[in-house]
């Protein structure tokens, strides 16, 4: 019979200990990069799941921090000359928070700042206790579990912008404003995007106040509530479908540490191959910033977007006429 002290430790374990050994012993260094979540799967034959336990693990220890650019990389902060346990590190390193200021603001806004450096998956209720120098069950005063976490923040971040009551004259102007700072919005919280759903929209007062004003500015057009709530959705679509491109290219950087210019430089011998083959004599004349200029190809999809808005809007008001 096998007793719980002789069962094995679990795969994460096992590899979370020989990468602290490594880190404590000098032979990975503060500042170098790690392996990604995928090599370590590659490397020690887990999933993905069990990979991104172990680098979960080791930032909860202080051992690693994600730095934009770089990756994940061996924090700064390792003390290397003396071993640090599980929870050790976190208390070492944490800054000291009165508890009176540990309040519901104070927990979204800390989840909030982990998830725009590092992602929505690094977000954990034992890493935000860690950060805001907590025991992980006192959150819960706060928050149910993640999913409501997820769910707060995402309404804490819808209650940034400022929307103006009633805001610029004429339909065009309220939708190009509103479209903006939503545009605004999501290129600070990166994980945003991630985080909403068309289908099963979150219930939050901030993200509904925006939906009710999008509709408000359609007021007095003619059209029918069914196509009202099809604009507004279209509108935040386009906003969304830019900003997963965007968030696509910062986790790439942070996974590979390659950033696009140095990618497009080692793809350029390839790229000039193929441009300069005949095949594709238009694409050859492409600008090459026009492709990457997501603010521009933002800008653009709204302009042609409410181009056509206005065929509708037109065509309703002769109707009317």
Same mark, same amino acid.
């Given at each position: 019979?096998?007793?719980? *002290?002789?069962?094995?430790?679990?795969?994460?374990?096992?590899? +979370?200990?020989?990468?602290?050994?490594?880190?404590?012993?000098?032979?990975?260094?503060?500042?170098?990069?790690?392996?990604?979540?995928?090599?370590? !799967?590659?490397?020690?034959?887990?999933?993905?799941?069990?990979?991104?336990?172990?680098?979960?693990?080791?930032?909860?220890?202080?051992?690693?921090?994600?730095? /934009?650019?770089?990756?994940?990389?061996?924090?700064?902060?390792?003390?290397?000359?003396? @071993? #640090?346990?599980?929870?050790?590190?976190?208390?070492?390193?944490?800054?000291?928070?009165?508890?009176?200021? %540990?309040?519901?603001?104070?927990?979204?806004?800390?989840?909030?700042?982990?998830?725009?450096?590092?992602?929505?998956?690094?977000?954990?209720?034992?890493?935000?206790?860690?950060?805001?120098? $907590?025991? @992980?069950?006192?959150?819960?005063?706060?928050?149910?579990?993640?999913?409501?976490? #997820?769910?707060?923040?995402?309404?804490? !971040?819808?209650?940034?912008?400022?929307?103006?009551?009633?805001?610029?004259?004429?339909?065009?102007?309220? %939708?190009?404003?509103? =479209?903006?700072?939503?545009?605004?919005? #999501?290129?600070?919280?990166?994980? %945003?995007?991630?985080? +909403?759903?068309?289908?099963?929209?979150?219930? #939050?007062?901030?993200?509904?106040?925006?939906?009710?004003?999008?509709?408000?500015?359609?007021?007095?057009?003619?059209? @029918?509530?069914?196509?009202?709530?099809?604009?507004?959705?279209?509108?935040? !679509?386009?906003? /969304?479908?830019? *900003?997963? =491109?965007? $968030?696509?290219?910062?986790?790439?950087?942070?996974?590979?540490?390659?950033?696009?210019?140095?990618?497009?430089?080692?793809?350029?011998?390839?790229?000039?191959?193929?441009?300069? =083959?005949?095949?594709?004599?238009? %694409?050859?004349?492409?600008?090459?910033?026009? +492709?990457?200029?997501?603010?521009?190809?933002?800008?653009?999809?709204? $302009?042609?977007?409410?181009?056509?808005?206005?065929?509708?809007?037109?065509?309703?008001?002769?109707?009317?006429?």
């Amino acid at each position: 019979m096998t007793t719980s *002290a002789q069962r094995p430790d679990p795969p994460y374990r096992r590899i +979370v200990a020989e990468i602290r050994a490594r880190i404590l012993s000098g032979d990975l260094r503060p500042g170098e990069r790690m392996p990604s979540i995928r090599q370590i !799967a590659q490397r020690w034959g887990v999933a993905v799941a069990t990979a991104t336990r172990v680098m979960a693990t080791l930032r909860d220890e202080g051992l690693v921090e994600t730095k /934009v650019g770089s990756g994940t990389v061996v924090s700064a902060r390792t003390n290397q000359k003396q @071993p #640090v346990g599980p929870t050790a590190s976190p208390r070492a390193r944490q800054a000291d928070v009165p508890r009176e200021a %540990l309040n519901r603001k104070h927990v979204l806004r800390t989840a909030i700042a982990i998830a725009d450096v590092e992602g929505l998956d690094a977000v954990s209720m034992r890493r935000l206790a860690a950060e805001v120098g $907590a025991g @992980p069950m006192s959150l819960y005063r706060h928050v149910a579990n993640k999913d409501e976490l #997820v769910t707060q923040m995402v309404n804490e !971040a819808f209650g940034e912008p400022e929307l103006p009551i009633p805001g610029p004259a004429g339909w065009r102007a309220k %939708l190009e404003l509103i =479209s903006r700072r939503q545009w605004e919005l #999501v290129r600070r919280h990166l994980w %945003l995007p991630r985080a +909403v759903s068309f289908t099963r929209p979150l219930m #939050v007062p901030n993200m509904m106040a925006h939906t009710e004003w999008t509709l408000r500015a359609l007021d007095g057009l003619g059209l @029918p509530m069914a196509t009202r709530i099809r604009e507004a959705l279209t509108l935040h !679509a386009l906003v /969304v479908t830019a *900003a997963l =491109s965007m $968030a696509d290219e910062v986790e790439a950087e942070q996974e590979t540490g390659v950033t696009l210019d140095q990618w497009r430089l080692a793809q350029r011998k390839r790229a000039d191959e193929l441009l300069d =083959s005949g095949r594709f004599p238009l %694409l050859a004349t492409i600008p090459e910033d026009a +492709v990457s200029d997501l603010d521009g190809l933002f800008e653009y999809g709204l $302009a042609r977007h409410l181009d056509g808005f206005a065929v509708l809007v037109e065509g309703q008001t002769r109707t009317r006429s």
